[in-house]
């Protein structure tokens, strides 16, 4: 069984420039999360779908964030206009039950220059 | 919200001694704490959880302890390994009303000197 996948694994762009970030989670796993590494600090949680509706966006940083699932499948993450401050490693995660371990994916490192 | 505290940030054990990383949480309504290990270049990986209705858990060579009175939570690695090298997180999981989201500690990164 594949796990949980994301795409790209590196993205380097300009301020002020857009970028959009894939998450393909474990099929069947309705609760999808993303979550920020910046800076070597803590991961810090973002928002959570369920299905395709999102649960909780309390971490979401600010509006130029956005994310979206459409059709309660994969996931994507654009940042619009990007900041300097964007800079991390973009994790995504599944889970077949809240409450239950999260499966992570491998993470997008994105560098904003 | 919940906040979670890790300690050490490093680690470093000779070979075939223990290692202990310590997290305390804020939120007494967390009720699941999972540890997650990400070796250099790869993803977070889960290797041991426990729920608070329980004190101790362990899996071979990786024990979890939790006291819920003092809000706080161990891993404890024993006859480590070289393979055991790599940053370790500890995280508190809390519903709150539908809600369900992991707050994670800073990490701690583990070196296991040959």
């Known amino acids: 069984e594949a796990g949980v996948t994301q795409f790209p694994s590196h993205s380097v762009i300009e301020k002020g420039q857009t970028v959009t970030l894939r998450c393909d989670p474990i099929?069947?796993?309705?609760?999808l999360y993303w979550y920020r590494r910046v800076m070597g600090k803590e991961i810090k949680f973002l928002l959570h779908f369920v299905k395709e509706s999102k649960q909780d966006e309390s971490g979401m940083p600010n509006n130029r964030f956005l994310a979206e699932r459409t059709g309660g499948t994969y996931s994507t993450l654009k940042v619009q206009p990007a900041e300097l401050e964007d800079s991390g490693v973009y994790f995504c995660a599944s889970s077949l039950n809240p409450g239950t371990e999260q499966f992570f994916g491998p993470g997008t490192r994105l560098t904003v220059l | 919200g919940e906040n979670v505290e890790q300690h050490p940030s490093t680690l470093s054990v000779q070979e075939g001694d223990s290692a202990v990383i310590k997290c305390t949480y804020s939120?007494?309504?967390?009720?699941?704490f999972p540890w997650y290990k990400q070796e250099l270049g790869k993803r977070p990986q889960l290797i041991i959880d426990?729920?608070?209705?329980?004190g101790e858990k362990k899996d071979q060579r990786i024990a979890v302890t939790l006291n819920k009175t003092a809000k706080h939570f161990s891993l404890h690695i024993t006859e480590t390994q070289p393979e055991d090298s790599a940053v370790y997180f500890c995280a508190a999981h809390l519903t709150n009303f539908g809600n369900e989201k992991l707050t994670f500690g800073t990490g701690t990164r583990l070196t296991i000197i040959p």
């Open positions: 426990i729920r608070s209705n329980v």
């Open positions: 099929s069947g796993h309705d609760n």
């Open positions: 939120d007494s309504a967390s009720n699941y």
